[in-house]
């Protein structure tokens, strides 16, 4: 008789392998397959809502610039305000061009904020600053009011502005062109509505109310202004421009 067959060999399985398990790829490929149709879903709905509030606010920012320029039309047509405050607003891309209208700086206070602003005229521009501060700006009083936290005044803010010249600038001729004094510290004073507010010569810090700001330092005591008269013109600057709406608006309108 024949011989018996061969029983069939076992397969070959290398140490720790495991089979293949069919059913095991589907469910993994169907979860894949559900958490992505998911996150597609998600991503069109936050596309969705970004849309609506891009619009929303597209429509609130065409309402809220239709409303200031009503009022603010009146100002520059007759080039007064309610307050009696003459208004003008000037886009320079230097400080020698936002003084260009002035013959000389008597009864001028320039008011700047600091990061992005005096910081950048400093450090970026010294020699044309520099020019002008010493130059036809010599006369004038100047303060920086800056949003930077109140207890960064005596810490970091003076110091500084003081102490630390720019590379262009080893003499520091800039602190000299602003009069701040060595070793001054930043006093802590209270406004009308309690707040708390730093000054010191050449300092006023009220966080964002920066028109509140200058209108503060500008009633202090000789012992930190120095000897300067009330201002005739105030020029501020400021590379935010919410910034200078909200000084205009302050001054112009007392909101």
């Known amino acids: 008789p024949p011989p018996a067959p061969l029983p069939p060999k076992a397969p070959h399985l290398k140490p720790h392998s495991v089979p293949s398990n069919p059913f095991a790829n589907f469910v993994l490929k169907k979860t894949n397959y559900e958490e992505e149709n998911q996150r597609e879903k998600c991503e069109a709905k936050q596309a969705e809502i ?13 309402e809220v610039r239709e409303a200031m320029m009503a009022k603010w039309e009146p100002v520059l047509k007759q080039g007064k305000c309610p307050t009696g405050v003459e208004m003008e607003f000037v886009k320079s891309d230097s400080l020698k061009g936002s003084l260009a209208q002035l013959s000389d700086t008597n009864g001028v206070l320039m008011a700047f904020d600091l990061d992005g602003t005096l910081n950048d005229m ?14 036809k700006a010599s006369e004038a009083e100047k303060v920086v009011v800056t949003a930077a936290p109140l207890t ?10 003081r102490d ?12 000299a062109s602003f009069g701040f004094q060595r070793n001054a510290l930043c006093e802590k004073h209270q406004y009308k509505d309690g707040s708390e507010i730093q000054v010191s010569h050449g300092i006023s810090m009220f966080t964002y109310r920066k028109a509140e700001a200058i209108e503060f330092y500008l009633g202090l005591s000789s012992e930190i202004r120095g000897n300067f008269p009330p ?3 105030i020029i501020f600057y400021d590379d935010f ?4 709406e909200q000084v205009a608006n302050y001054f112009c309108f007392k909101e």
């Open 50 to 62: 970004r849309d609506r509030e891009g619009e929303e606010g597209r429509k609130l920012y065409g």
């Open 122 to 135: 400093k450090r970026s521009d010294s020699a044309n600053t520099l020019e002008m501060l010493t130059g």
């Open 152 to 161: 960064q005044c005596s810490s970091t803010v003076l110091p500084d502005l």
């Open 164 to 175: 630390d010249p720019a590379t262009d600038d080893p003499q520091n001729k800039f602190s």
């Open 231 to 233: 201002p005739r013109h």
């Open 241 to 244: 421009l919410s910034n200078t």
